[in-house]
């Protein structure tokens, strides 16, 4: 099974059930009626989950033996560059709709408008 930091993919989905929950949470904090309690029963269900899978844990105590491993280091420097690439194009975006898309509009006197049409 792959660890990620010595961690299983079973906490990070967890971890991902509880932020679903919490966001569902504030979502819907202030609805009216039957929806208002949905958040809450996320909150519960995450609460009942997370006791489920730390008493009752799948795997045996005993530590696994890692073999190493030779890692070709041309692809950790293509990821980088891939990585740094998106991260760009992000950045581009960001500042493109900060200049571009975010410039006032005023509007023109009646004065001015009145010169433009006669």
Request: proline share 4%; glycine share 8%.
């Amino acid at each position: 099974m792959a660890l990620v930091l010595g961690v299983g993919p079973g906490l990070f989905l967890l971890g991902l059930f509880w932020i679903f929950s919490l966001i569902m949470y504030l979502l819907t904090i202030r609805a009216a009626g039957s929806a208002r309690h949905l958040g809450t029963g996320a909150i519960i269900f995450c609460s009942i989950l997370s006791l489920i899978l730390f008493f009752i844990p799948r795997e045996p105590q005993t530590p696994v033996q890692v073999d190493v491993l030779q890692y070709n280091y041309m692809d950790l420097y293509r990821l980088l560059l891939i990585i740094f690439c998106g991260l760009s194009v992000i950045l581009g975006c960001l500042f493109y709709c900060a200049t571009q898309l975010v410039e006032p509009i005023y509007t023109m006197t009646y004065r001015k408008i009145n010169k433009i049409r006669s």
